[in-house]
């Protein structure tokens, strides 16, 4: 299962959640202050998606998520 888990400067959890099964690469602050999160997915049943990508407000809200 993949987790996105924030955290402040203490380390103290602010917000986290789980992906289904998609361990997640990468994480980005964008211009708009909000998080771009990369993931590859290794399920049988996205074979040909790969790839996915979510968005998300610093409060933990989803944007948008997309397989690719």
Known sequence: MGW?????????????FSI?????R???ETNDGNYVMLGLSYRTDYPN????????TPAGTVIFQKRY
């Open 4 to 16: 996105i888990t924030k955290f402040d400067s203490n380390m103290n959890v602010l917000w986290s």
């Open 26 to 28: 990468d994480a980005v």
């Open 49 to 56: 998606n790969p790839l996915y990508i979510l968005k998300t």
């Open 20 to 24: 289904d099964s998609i361990p997640m």
